[in-house]
């Protein structure tokens, strides 16, 4: 799902940032930053977050901009999809997070079930990379790539992280409040669907 505003924003970010990577110019400097702030100015005036939490979060960044890649397990038990309940938001979604530097997608999936949800997993098939901003999410400041990998159960048990404080498995037609900034009902219902058809090929938008 495409938000004009919400697209200008992150291209001017994206310039900015490039700009005070790369420049040398202290009058140069000065605009990039200038450019940073409308950015955050207009992200601010669109979302729930303050202008100076925007900018916060901007100067965590550095040097050339790229999508962010965020990995989701589907995770199935007797035609059951598992979900975790997270604490941010108080809603659920399929265990994942941001891939982490220095690990595969396949060993960032396998880490983030196990510490969300406490099983142990083997990845065992690409399922779907998929653009954001292609998808019903609400607004983020930056963009991102979403991976589902289809997971196979191999021990543990169901045991809530540091970031969740339930773990359950749902059916396709029972599912509950889910996090949207997260993965959306229509996802979910995708994975569903490479479950009934194992043959399914692999989905890349």
């Not at 999508?67 to 038990?77: E, H, N, Q, T, W």
């Not at 490479?194 to 890349?204: D, G, H, Y």
């Amino acid at each position: 799902m495409s938000y004009k505003w919400l697209d200008w924003a992150k291209r001017i970010q994206s310039v900015s940032q490039a700009g005070l990577a790369f420049s040398k110019d202290k009058y140069d400097i000065e605009r990039y930053k200038e450019l940073q702030a409308v950015s955050a100015e207009i992200m601010a005036e669109h979302t729930n977050l303050e202008t100076e939490k925007i900018i916060g979060l901007f100067d965590k960044e550095s040097g050339y901009q790229t999508p962010k890649i965020d990995v989701r397990g589907g995770v199935f038990r007797k035609n059951k999809i598992l979900l975790v309940h997270e604490k941010m938001d108080n809603k659920w979604s399929l265990p994942g997070g941001f891939c982490e530097v220095g690990l595969s997608p396949a060993e960032n999936i396998i880490k983030e079930v196990k510490e969300e949800a406490g099983f142990d997993v083997n990845a065992a098939r690409l399922l779907a990379l998929l653009d954001m901003n292609k998808h019903p999410h609400p607004p983020q400041p930056y963009h991102y790539y979403k991976i589902f990998i289809l997971c196979e159960l191999a021990g543990g048990k169901a045991a809530a992280g540091l970031e969740t404080k339930n773990v359950k498995f749902f059916r396709e037609d029972n599912l509950p409040d889910l996090s949207l900034a997260r993965n959306t009902e229509g996802q979910i219902s995708m994975l569903f669907d490479f479950l009934k058809n194992p043959e399914k090929q692999t989905i890349v938008d």
